[in-house]
């Protein structure tokens, strides 16, 4: 601290701005939604001490509440071997030694999870004794009395020093978990945070605007805190004219936006090392905008050019806290007074502050809460005597301290009836005893006790997950000569596509890996404006691959394009008219009224059929045109993301072929048809709608990448390549491509027309095969569909997806990645035949092709991440869906093209929305490799980023040996586990027979019809 203290300001600054990045949300602009592990900041600390340090930072909870894990209990999803397991794993000393007579630790503890630790508050209690049988319920009386007896004590103490104890506690927040703000709202109930946010938005929005903003504001080239400093300064309808002389201290600004920081800061905060915690607590009440300020000054290429600094944010953002909470302060205070005197001004008021804190606390009785309002608003507005005060503290101080008693009988009258003790047990514990059990009983903090319903929630799916394998391991077999291999994302959603395949067409082999295909390319479509990167986030593509209108279609390529541009441009044009013309808007509105209402009623009626209507007059007017890939680079250049490759040069495509199918284990055998099957999603009136595509494709679709690997691999140059390195693909073997659209399950089938003449038996058997499926699958997708028709038909099913898909006011297109909650990377023969219910990542991997693990490894460096970060982001979207998600779709308002706010006042909300994990299961990702322990072993040693994720327990690691049934749980302190337990599964003929008429989600189950 001495050494960075001795740096320039400046330099300081500068490393402040970069802890942010740790704490801070890092979502790119919406429409680029990738991903990631919420607590990203923090993934250098073991799982569970994150989860503890984020939610002191930010007040977030990060468990799922404990009445959710006993609904779970009571609902057979969590089992007392479970809880005891948990316990045992969690590492609780001396479990089984004697506590009480017969009890012993382990009991009171599994006692007090199921009782749990919450009390009612002083309104519900008193209401459960006058209108229940609570009042005469011997057990809480009996502790009832004991604790009145314990606390009888403390009646003699005098309230006054424990006030002023804890206002102290209280200001020392200040600088480290709170802001000047988070005290004065407390104290008072203001929050100036919401007319800091008001002032704030409106100018951050327009400054960050990616394509919506009318206007922009003249200085914007400066800065945004020359921008704000020139428009504030000037704005005829401010919501801070009420503050004396703001205008012209605004005006008078230093021009540098550091010099204002190092005149406001002092002004909150005197200790200087307190600054960096200070200017973090402001930057985290306001995450959302704070985030994306910060992201977009870190990624300035990935804007329109504005300059965006976070210091200038800072700079704002510190002097509008220091105004605000000045004016605050002399309303609080009758007059004013420097932040620095706020400190002693309650500590000689203790009578003021007490009654203040207890407005705050939920055991504070109705008439006595009543009593409280009504003096602050007095003193809001007017001077009210100390005397009143004093009379209503020594009201409020012995409520206080029963509080206590009435919360500690609760809980030990609700621990005693799961230990089955009876009043007659109860009347012979000593006081020492029911002492220790009250000890025994809160010796796990609320976090503590989290993590173990935790670990016996994820127990209870990993032993179903762990028998469902074992039992499945004597039925492995592949079929001996394929009539189709399909290659799919490891996307969750098509377990479900993959299964119903196999169920269909048991002759045909599904693989499954990242979506992007191991070619990682800038793509730019017919219609496209520029090129799109699709390849992981992480990834930097250096080649470029164009889609192109056929040779000799030069003509009809042009007259389309200027189609396609001319309605794109009448309908910019009426669209922006309407909004910003004074004269023309209202004309063309109305001439629009009736054509639209037509539209709005049939989207409303028939949300698919008008779909599909209006898609087809697009495609009739622009014109169809069949295109072609400007796939192969003559010769390899000095390419660099900026200027990218056009195309790939012949070794360069024979290297990533090569490398994929080795890597997926599909190097003989070839089928006569391999269909390598991307994905996407396409809804309307969805601004999360990257949050649905292929992740490995920055949040983009994975069809183009199919269509490349197709397309290089049919290249007699690139098969030859093959050969020469050992992997001769035949003849008689063709690829194709195709994308599947996750939401309404349809395909787009890619160069269909290229294929020869010898395979198209076997293709129009391969579509009729693959539509079938999808139907299925719609079908099974509808049974976690509140507003989905009940066990419907696959064509009724597939109907019904459409009609999701056009619809414009459907909140739940599709449910994306929820209940996702393990990977298996292994051969296809370890799963096949399993109803795994769409929550499992499947990763194709060949363990007897991979001497040395070097696959393995590569799949567990691109996978890991990739499964770790969307399993969290779904776990604390969840949890937490204020704090960490971004609320509900319905009251989404899109903000200049780059975020969402809830209506038109609030912080950029990041994260998921509520309709993403509403049935979302939260848990860590369990992966599953079919490898030995050794070779797993051997790759976490030498792999830091894998060491990260795993023995720091954010994912949950175990193997399935590729020789036996035998299953290993990797444990960060113990090593590997092996797993024993009963492999019986219920058996059905088709998934169908087993999810039909299932509303929650489905424990795994052998389908017959799925191997052969």
Same mark, same amino acid.
């Given at each position: 601290m ?7 300001? %400046?330099?300081r ?5 970069e ?5 801070l ?35 977030a909870t990060?468990?799922?509440p ?12 969590? *089992? ?5 397991? &948990?316990l ?6 001396d ?13 009171v503890?599994?006692?007090?999870l ?6 009612p ?8 004794q ?10 809480f009386?009996?502790?009832f009395?004991?604790? @009145?007896?314990g ?11 424990l ?24 104290? *008072? ?21 990616l394509?919506?903003a009318?206007w922009?504001?003249? &200085? ?5 805190? #020359? ?7 000037l ?19 230093p ?5 204002v920081?190092?005149e ?29 300020f ?9 804007g ?6 976070m210091?200038?944010?800072? &700079?704002?953002?510190v ?9 605050l302060l ?8 420097p ?17 203040r804190?207890?407005?705050?606390q939920?055991?504070?009785p109705e ?12 003193a ?9 005060w ?6 409020? #101080? ?29 009347e ?35 032993e ?13 077999s ?7 291999q ?13 299964r119903?395949?196999?169920e ?9 890996? @990242? ?20 390849c992981? @986030? ?14 000799g ?7 389309? &394009?200027a ?28 001439l ?10 049939a ?6 059929w008008?779909?599909q209507? /209006? ?21 390899q ?14 070794a360069?495509q ?10 997926i284990g599909?190097t003989?055998?070839f089928?006569?048809?391999v269909?390598?099957f991307g ?8 601004p ?9 494709? *920055? ?9 490349v690997f ?13 050969a020469?390195h ?11 491509a195709?994308?599947?659209n ?5 395909v ?6 290229? @294929? ?6 076997a ?7 693959i539509?079938? /499926?999808c ?12 507003s989905?028709?009940?066990r ?5 099913a ?23 909650a393990?990977a ?23 363990p007897a092709?991979d ?38 779709k ?27 994990v ?21 790759i ?22 590729p020789?036996?049934? #035998? ?15 009963p ?14 008429g ?11 019809? %799925?191997?052969r």
């Open positions: 001495n050494a960075e203290h001795e740096l320039p300001i %400046g330099e600054l500068a490393h402040w701005v802890h942010l990045t740790h704490v949300p890092a979502q790119a602009p919406i429409r680029d939604f990738v991903h990631h592990n919420t607590l990203h900041g923090f993934q250098h600390l073991p799982f569970a001490e994150a989860l503890t340090a984020a939610r002191a930072l930010t007040g990060t468990w799922w404990e009445a959710k894990f006993r609904e779970c209990l009571a609902s057979g999803r969590i *089992s007392a071997d479970d809880l005891n397991a &948990a045992d794993d969690f590492g609780v000393a479990l089984d030694e004697p506590l009480i007579r017969a009890l012993s630790r382990r009991d503890l599994l006692a007090s199921l009782a749990g630790n919450e009390a508050d002083a309104s519900r209690l008193g209401w459960l006058r209108e229940t049988a609570l009042a005469d319920d011997f057990i009386g009996h502790f009395r004991l604790t @009145v007896e606390h009888a004590a403390a009646h003699a103490q005098p309230w006054q020093p006030a002023q104890a804890s206002w102290a506690e209280l200001c020392g927040r200040v600088g480290k978990s709170w802001t000047w703000r988070s005290l004065l709202e407390y104290l *008072s109930g203001e929050d100036v945070l919401e007319r800091v946010r008001g002032i704030l938005q409106r100018h951050l929005a327009a400054h960050l605007d394509g919506v009318a922009r504001n003249p &200085a914007q080239g400066q800065g945004f805190f #020359a921008a704000w400093r020139a428009s504030a300064g704005d005829l309808a401010w919501e801070m004219d009420e503050l004396p002389n703001v205008r012209d201290e605004i005006l008078h600004l021009d540098s936006p550091i010099d920081l190092l406001e800061l002092p002004r909150l905060i005197a200790d200087e090392s307190l600054w960096p915690g200070y200017l973090q607590r402001l930057s985290l009440e306001l995450p959302g905008w704070s985030g994306m910060l992201w977009r000054s870190r990624n300035p290429g990935r329109d050019g504005t300059p965006v600094a210091l200038d944010y800072l &700079a704002v953002r002097l509008l806290e220091r105004l605000l909470i000045d004016d002399r309303r609080l205070t009758g007059g004013p007074m932040l620095a005197e706020l400190p002693e001004h309650y500590a000689a008021r203790p009578e003021e502050f007490l009654v804190d207890a407005r705050q939920a055991w504070l008439e006595l809460q009543g009593r409280a309002a009504c003096l602050v608003d007095l809001r507005n007017g001077h009210v005597d100390v005397d009143e004093r009379h209503l503290a020594e009201a409020i #101080a012995p409520v206080m301290r029963a509080a206590q008693a009435d919360s500690a009988a609760w809980q030990l009258a609700a621990l005693s009836r799961q230990l089955g003790l009876t009043l007659a047990d109860l012979t514990l000593s006081r020492e005893e029911v002492v220790a059990l009250q000890t025994c009983a809160g010796s796990l903090a609320s976090e503590q006790r989290s993590q173990i319903w935790l670990l016996a929630y994820e127990r209870h799916y990993r179903q997950l762990f028998a469902a394998l074992t039992a499945n391991h004597p039925r492995q592949a079929p001996a000569a394929p009539s189709a399909v290659v799919m994302c490891m996307d969750d959603r098509e377990e479900g596509t993959r119903h395949l196999e269909i067409a048991p002759d045909i082999v599904t693989y499954g890996a @990242v979506g992007f295909f191991g070619v990682p390319i800038y793509w730019q479509g017919l219609d496209d404006a520029g090129r799109t990167a699709l992981p @986030v992480v990834v930097r593509p250096t080649q470029l691959v164009r889609e192109l209108g056929v040779a279609a030069e003509i009809e390529e042009g007259q389309r &394009a189609r396609r541009e001319r309605r794109l441009h009448w309908r910019e044009l009426f669209y922006q008219a309407t909004r910003r013309r004074a004269v023309a808007g209202p004309i063309l509105t109305a629009g009224s009736l054509p639209a209402l037509g539209a709005l009623t989207v409303t009626l028939a949300p698919g008008f779909g209507t /209006a898609r087809r007059w697009r495609e009739q007017y622009d014109g169809r045109l069949s295109t072609r890939l400007a796939l192969t680079a003559e010769q250049i000095e390419a660099t993301p900026e200027q990218p490759q056009l195309g790939l040069t012949d360069e024979i290297k990533c072929v090569e490398d994929f199918l080795r890597m599909l003989g055998n089928a006569p048809l269909l390598f994905h996407g999603s396409g809804s309307q009136n969805n999360h709608l990257s949050a649905y595509d292929c992740g490995a494709c *920055s949040g983009k679709h994975g069809g183009p990448n199919a269509r197709a397309a290089m691999a049919n290249r007699p140059e690139v098969r030859a390549g093959l020469a050992g992997l001769s693909i035949p003849d008689s073997c063709w690829f194709i195709a994308e599947h996750t939401c309404d399950d349809g787009e089938w890619y160069d269909l027309e290229t @294929v020869p003449e010898r395979f198209h038996a293709l129009d058997t391969l579509l009729a095969q539509g079938e /499926a139907r299925a699958h719609a079908a099974e997708r509808c049974r976690r569909l509140a989905a028709p009940v419907p038909t696959p064509w009724k597939r109907q019904h997806m459409l009609g999701r898909a056009s619809d414009i006011s459907q909140a739940r297109p599709e449910l994306g990645h929820a209940t996702n393990a298996f990377i292994g051969r296809r023969e370890m799963s096949r035949g399993l109803f795994l219910d769409r929550r499992v990542f499947l990763i194709s991997y060949d092709s001497d040395d693990g070097a696959i393995a490894e590569g799949i567990l460096l691109a996978a890991g991440p990739v499964g770790a970060g969307i399993a969290l982001e779904y776990y604390f979207s969840t949890v937490d869906n204020e704090h960490f998600g971004c609320g509900s319905i009251t989404h308002n899109i903000t200049g093209l780059f975020g969402v706010m809830e209506g038109a006042d609030s912080d950029l909300r990041t994260g998921l929305p509520w309709q993403m509403e049935i979302h299961e939260p848990m860590r990702l369990l992966v599953v490799v079919e490898q030995t322990t050794e070779r797993l072993t051997a976490l040693n030498r792999q830091p980023p894998l060491q990260e994720l795993i023995n720091k327990e954010w994912i949950v690691l175990a193997s399935k040996s020789l036996t049934a #035998a299953i290993e749980l990797y444990c960060p302190r113990r090593g590997w586990l092996p797993w024993s337990g492999a019986v599964l219920p058996q059905v003929a088709h998934s169908a027979d087993w999810f039909a299932e509303l929650e989600a489905l424990a795994p189950a052998i389908i017959l019809g %799925g191997i």
